[in-house]
């Protein structure tokens, strides 16, 4: 089988599907798997455990012990619990090492190789066209497994609706800095003077190097560029001394998941099916669930000889039923918090504590929102969707 992209999502697949011995060949456009990075980088601790990886200590740049959330008028909140725990990763080598995690178990990972369109026979999914080093070769697969990220352009050619509408996308820029004063903490800034419909990320990656990244809802008239760097302006405390070392960038999906993630012959998986939390855009962690759960479905097809939709689907059923609930919840957060304003910002953040803030990031809503109705009931028309109220 073809796999498209070696991120997470798809050298997990490999990894599986080829420990099962199956011939998978796990293609990426990129020259070095890892390189360049589109991401804030950060992980939480207890997804190791619970996607049976174990990062190694060269990929983690930083630990984390929790996370602060500032309203726009500086006012924070602190959550230390276990589950706020994470790392800061270095993405380079945590790709490459699951890449090369893939190779050990039997696959071959070919870098450099961009799939440019589908091969189809009889009208179903049979391989696909690729360039590796300017030179066009064919490969012909069974089933092919578009990990492709937010490009998906091959799902997109395999008849998926994988194209991301700007009101479901957020727009990012990121520098990793250099003599930034770090403490233990991803802090996550609200504004929608600064990052309307979106927020202000500072990951760090050691004492004084950190991911300084800002999300913009994709349909708003913001440049996050500029934006980011009016908020470096406005944070002497943080940025006088400190200077870029690199400048990233990308667009991640924070909308619902795309409506069908397999069809005959062909499987999505991660951020090309739309696999990302809605509220943080983080996708990691839903990648590599992504790929295993595919590759349970495609070993057992392979086993029957047999790729056609059918055999496919039990990888769609499952991810439906353990993960789409929480990111529907998700994206109905999402939905609410991005009808607020700064002031309403400020309020909500001066109203609550820690264990609010606990308590709406594992879904449950209804308390806090009623906490804060009791000192802004105006706030009902928008919050209520929430509680069912
Ligand atoms: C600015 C930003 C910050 C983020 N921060 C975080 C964060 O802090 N934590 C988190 O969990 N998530 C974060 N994310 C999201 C996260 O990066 C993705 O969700 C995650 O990488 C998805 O993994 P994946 O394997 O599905 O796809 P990707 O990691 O996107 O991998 C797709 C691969 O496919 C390759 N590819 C694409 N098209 C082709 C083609 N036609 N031929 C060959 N190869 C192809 C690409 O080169 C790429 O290597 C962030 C995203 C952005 C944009």
Same mark, same amino acid.
């Given at each position: ?135 066009? *070769?064919?490969?012909? $697969?069974?089933? +092919?497994?578009?990990?492709? %990220?937010?490009?998906?352009?091959? &799902?997109? !050619? #395999? =008849? ?108 999505? *998986?991660?951020?090309? $099916?739309?696999? +990302?939390?809605?509220?943080? %855009?983080?996708?990691?962690?839903? &990648?590599? !669930? #992504? =790929? ?98």
């Amino acid at each position: 089988m073809v796999v498209l992209g070696a991120g997470p999502g798809g050298s997990t697949f490999g990894k599986k599907a080829a420990a099962a011995g199956m011939k998978v060949l796990v293609l990426d456009k990129k020259k070095e798997i890892g390189t360049p990075v589109r991401c804030g980088e950060g992980i939480a601790e207890h997804s190791e455990a619970e996607l049976g990886i174990k990062v190694l200590p060269n990929a983690i740049a930083s630990t984390i012990d929790g996370a602060r959330v500032f309203a726009p008028n500086g006012k924070t909140i602190r959550l230390k619990t276990p589950s706020t725990r994470g790392y800061v990763l270095e993405r380079k080598l945590f790709d490459k090492h699951l890449a090369m995690d893939a190779v050990r178990a039997g696959a071959h990972v070919l870098p450099h190789t961009l799939a440019a369109s589908l091969i189809k026979k009889d009208g179903k999914p049979a391989g696909v066209k690729a360039v590796h080093m300017g030179e066009e *070769i064919e490969f012909r $697969a069974p089933l +092919v497994v578009s990990a492709e %990220g937010m490009e998906a352009k091959i &799902a997109r !050619e #395999a =008849g998926f609706d994988a194209k991301a509408t700007l009101y479901d996308v957020d727009t990012c820029f990121e520098y990793e800095m250099a003599g930034v004063p770090c403490e233990p903490y991803i802090d996550l800034y609200f504004s929608t003077r600064i990052a309307n419909r979106g927020y202000v990320w500072i990951f760090p990656k050691g004492k004084d190097v950190a991911n300084v990244g800002i999300g913009i809802g994709g349909n708003v008239n913001q440049n996050p560029k500029v934006q980011l760097d009016l908020f470096i302006s406005e944070h002497p405390e943080l940025f006088k001394r400190a200077q870029p070392v690199e400048y990233k960038g990308g667009i991640i999906s924070v909308g619902a998941p795309i409506n069908e993630f397999v069809k005959d012959n062909f499987m999505v *998986i991660g951020t090309a $099916a739309h696999q +990302v939390d809605p509220i943080h %855009g983080g996708g990691i962690g839903l &990648a590599i !669930e #992504a =790929g295993n759960l595919a590759a349970e479905s495609a070993v057992e097809a392979f086993k029957k000889g047999d790729y056609s939709k059918k055999n496919l689907l039990p990888y769609e059923e499952k991810w439906r039923k353990q993960t789409g609930p929480k990111l529907a919840k998700r994206l109905m957060l999402r939905k609410v918090l991005e009808k607020l304003s700064d002031d309403d910002w400020n309020h909500i953040v001066g109203s609550i504590n820690e264990a609010d803030l606990d308590k709406v990031l594992s879904g449950d809503y209804k308390p806090v929102v009623a906490k804060v109705l009791i000192t802004r009931p105006t706030l009902l028309k928008v919050l209520g969707v929430l509680t069912g109220i």
